[in-house]
C-alpha cells in the first residue's frame, strides 16, 4: 500500500471558456478533457480519489463516474477553499494527497508517477510539478530564493514586475502529505487580488514552518497547459492529435497527414492501415491491417476489418467485415453488420441492417431495418420502404436474389433466395424461391401521338 489520495478540482465555473458547456467538460479529440486527468491518474495506485464539484456538478459526476468519491463546494471561493472540502474524506490518512485540477488534461501517467515518487522519496511535505514556458503569462510563478529552494507561488494577478518575469510556472499539480496540507489550508487566508482562497499559499505556509517543500520539473511544456479559454483548449487538442497520431505512427499505422487526422485515444488501429487526410475516427473503433480509411471518412465505434476501403463516408455504431467497399459518400447508421466482400456504393443510406458476404448496394439506395442474403445485387435507387409513418418494419432479401433498379420494397416483405423484381416495382406481396416478380403499371405506347401533343402547343 502506497497511501496515495487523489483531490481532483473541477468545481470552478470557468468563465473564460465563454460556454454554457462546463470547462473540465469540453472535448478533446471526442472526449471530456477530465477524462484524461482520470486516466493518468489510473496507473499510479491511488487508494481514494475526491473530487471537488460545483457547477455543472450532475454532469461532471455522470462523466467521472463511480472512480471518484464526491463533495460539493457551494461557493467557489478558490482553489484552497476547494481543496478544504474534501477534509472529512482524507484528514485522517497518513500519506500523499496529489491535488490535481481538471483543466490540465495532458500530464501523463509517467509524470505523475515520477512527481509521486521524487515526493516520497524526498520525504518533502509539499512537491510541485512546476515547468519552464517561455510565455508564462497568466500561470502562478514559482518563486525561489538563493539556495534554488522554494520559497512560495505567486498568482500573475498578485505579481510584482520582477516575479512576472520568473519562467518557471506552477502547474496546478502538487503532492502533499496529506495530515500537513489540511493543517496548512486552515491558516490561508484571501487577501489577495481575486479575494480567494489559494491553495498555492500552502507551499508559503508549510515554507515558514520549516517544513520541506520541494518541486519536480516536467521538461516537457506541452504536458502542463491549463485550458481556461478556447485558444488553449485549441493548442491542447493540437498537442493531443500529435501525441496520438504519433503513437499510431510507431506502431506502424500509416497516416498520411497526421496534422489533418483526428483519431481519439479509445481507438485501436492495426499495422499496415492507411488512414487518409480528412479523416475523423472515435470511440470505441477498431481498425484492422490492411485497410484504408479516408480521405474525408468519419468513423465511431466501429470495428472495421481487414482490407476493408471506406471512402469519404461515414460510419457508426456498426461492423464491417473484411475486403468490404464502402463509398464515396456513404451512410452506414448505427446497428449495422457488413459481412466480407460486400460493396456499398455512392449515395448509399444502410441503417440497423445485416448485409451479408459478396452482396453488393452500388448506387443510391437506402436499405433500412433490412436482412440482406449472400450475394445480392441491389440495382441503383432501390429502397426497402421501411416505415409506414409509425412503425418500422422489416425486409428480408434472400442469398442470390435481384433487386432491380428503383424497386420499392414495401415492409414487411421477403424477397426468397433467388428471387428477381423487375426494375420500377413497387414490391407489396412476398417473392417465392427463384420467382420473377414484377409490380408495375404495364406500358401503352400511342403511336404518333407525341407529334399531335407538340402541334397542340
Ligand atoms: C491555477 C493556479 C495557478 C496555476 C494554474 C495552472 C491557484 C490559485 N492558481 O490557476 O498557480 O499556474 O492553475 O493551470 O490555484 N476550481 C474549483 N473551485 C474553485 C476554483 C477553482 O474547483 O473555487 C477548479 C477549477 O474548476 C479548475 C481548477 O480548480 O479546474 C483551477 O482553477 P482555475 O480558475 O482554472 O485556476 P487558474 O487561474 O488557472
Ligand atoms: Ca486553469
Do not use: W
Not at 497527414?257 to 472515435?282: K, L, R
Not at 468490404?324 to 453488420?337: D, F, L, M, Q, S
Not at 442474403?373 to 432501390?382: D, F, P, Q, R, W
Not at 409513418?389 to 420499392?408: E, R
Amino acid at each position: 500500500m502506497k497511501n496515495r489520495y487523489a483531490v481532483i478540482l473541477v468545481a470552478g465555473q470557468g468563465t473564460r471558456m465563454k460556454s454554457k458547456l462546463k470547462k473540465e467538460l469540453h472535448p478533446i479529440l471526442g472526449r471530456p478533457m477530465i477524462q484524461y486527468v482520470l486516466d493518468a491518474l489510473e496507473p499510479t495506485s491511488i487508494e481514494k480519489t475526491v473530487s471537488i464539484v460545483g457547477h455543472s456538478k450532475e454532469e461532471v459526476k455522470q462523466t467521472i463516474g463511480n472512480v471518484s468519491e464526491y463533495v460539493t463546494q457551494e461557493e467557489q471561493l478558490g482553489t484552497g477553499h476547494a481543496v478544504i472540502q474534501a477534509k472529512e474524506l482524507l484528514q485522517d490518512k497518513a500519506g500523499t494527497t496529489i491535488v490535481v485540477c481538471g483543466d490540465t488534461p495532458l500530464i501523463t501517467a509517467e509524470t505523475f508517477e515520477k512527481l509521486f515518487e521524487h515526493h516520497e522519496s524526498s520525504q518533502s511535505k509539499a512537491t510541485i510539478l512546476t515547468t519552464k514556458l517561455e510565455n508564462p503569462t497568466g500561470y502562478g510563478r514559482v518563486v525561489r530564493n538563493e539556495h534554488n529552494g522554494v520559497e512560495k507561488i505567486v498568482e500573475h494577478k498578485d505579481a510584482s514586475d520582477i516575479e512576472r518575469n520568473i519562467n518557471e510556472i506552477n502547474t496546478g499539480t502538487y503532492c502533499f502529505d496529506n495530515e500537513a496540507l489540511f493543517e496548512a489550508l486552515a491558516k490561508v487566508g484571501n487577501d489577495n487580488v481575486q479575494g480567494e482562497y489559494y491553495v498555492t499559499d500552502v507551499i508559503e505556509i508549510l515554507k515558514q514552518q520549516n517544513d520541506k517543500v520541494s518541486a519536480y520539473v516536467v521538461e516537457d511544456a506541452n504536458e502542463t497547459i491549463g485550458i481556461n479559454d478556447k485558444v488553449a483548449l485549441a493548442e491542447a487538442s493540437k498537442i493531443m492529435q500529435r501525441r496520438i497520431n504519433e503513437a499510431h505512427l510507431r506502431n506502424g499505422v500509416t497516416i498520411l497527414d497526421p496534422e489533418n487526422t483526428y483519431i481519439s485515444a479509445e481507438v485501436s488501429i492495426e499495422a499496415d492501415a492507411t488512414i487518409y487526410p480528412g479523416s475523423v475516427i472515435s470511440g470505441q473503433t477498431t481498425i484492422d491491417s490492411e485497410t484504408h480509411i479516408g480521405p474525408n471518412s468519419e468513423i465511431s465505434n466501429s470495428i472495421i476489418g481487414e482490407a476493408a476501403h471506406i471512402r469519404q463516408s461515414v460510419v457508426s455504431n456498426s461492423k464491417i467485415g473484411n475486403k468490404v467497399k464502402i463509398g464515396p459518400y456513404a451512410h452506414i447508421r448505427p446497428e449495422t453488420t457488413i459481412k466480407d466482400d460486400v460493396k456499398i456504393g455512392n449515395f448509399v443510406e444502410v441503417k440497423k441492417s445485416e448485409i451479408a458476404q459478396g452482396t453488393k448496394v452500388s448506387h443510391l439506395s437506402y436499405i433500412g431495418d433490412a436482412s440482406l442474403g449472400e450475394e445480392v445485387n441491389i440495382g441503383s435507387g432501390a429502397v426497402t420502404v421501411n416505415y409506414d409513418g409509425s412503425n418500422k418494419h422489416n425486409t428480408v432479401i434472400g442469398d442470390q436474389a435481384f433487386i432491380g433498379c428503383n424497386v420499392n420494397l414495401i415492409a414487411p416483405v421477403t424477397i426468397e433466395n433467388g428471387g428477381f423484381v423487375a426494375a420500377g416495382s413497387t414490391i407489396t406481396k412476398d417473392v417465392p424461391e427463384e420467382s420473377l416478380a414484377f409490380g408495375r403499371a404495364k406500358q401503352v405506347n400511342k403511336e404518333g401521338y407525341a407529334k399531335k401533343l407538340m402541334n397542340k402547343k
